[in-house]
């Protein structure tokens, strides 16, 4: 069984860069085609996925977020981490990593969430 836990700070001021880590177990972040994601939530608002980092190390991030986010990961402790620098009460939500895969059926691909963490609340406040 798969588990993924957020761990960070959970109030971080204005201009500040918040820094979260999630750390797997009961399976390996370099375990093939599968990669690891950062998603979060706004109070009131749906879930927004930020970005994630692959079984093979390469990140890729949303394009509403790309230059204030960074995805890294620490193959020997098996987690990953999020850096989201210049923060403002808009990136106030509940933070989540999860498990991202690729599932297809016919010509159509979908994404594969199966496996999340319990969420963190972060608070950007001064």
């Known amino acids: 069984q798969v588990q993924l836990q957020e761990s960070g700070p959970g109030l971080v001021k204005p201009s500040q860069t918040l820094s979260l880590t999630c750390t797997v177990s009961?399976?390996?972040?370099?375990?093939?085609?599968?990669?690891w994601s950062w998603i979060r939530q706004p109070p009131g608002k749906g879930l927004e996925w930020m970005g994630a980092?692959?079984?093979?190390?390469?990140?890729y991030y949303s394009p509403s977020l790309k230059s204030r986010t960074f995805i890294s990961r620490d193959t020997a402790k098996n987690r990953f981490s999020l850096q989201l620098s210049s923060v403002t009460p808009e990136d106030t939500a509940v933070y989540y990593c999860?498990?991202?895969?690729?599932?297809?059926?016919?010509?159509?691909?979908?994404?594969?969430?199966?496996?999340w963490g319990q969420g963190t609340q972060v608070t950007v406040s001064s």
């Open positions: 009961g399976g390996s972040i370099t375990t093939t085609y599968y990669s």
């Open positions: 999860a498990r991202e895969s690729l599932g297809c059926s016919g010509t159509y691909y979908y994404l594969i969430y199966d496996y």
């Open positions: 980092i692959g079984y093979e190390g390469s990140d």
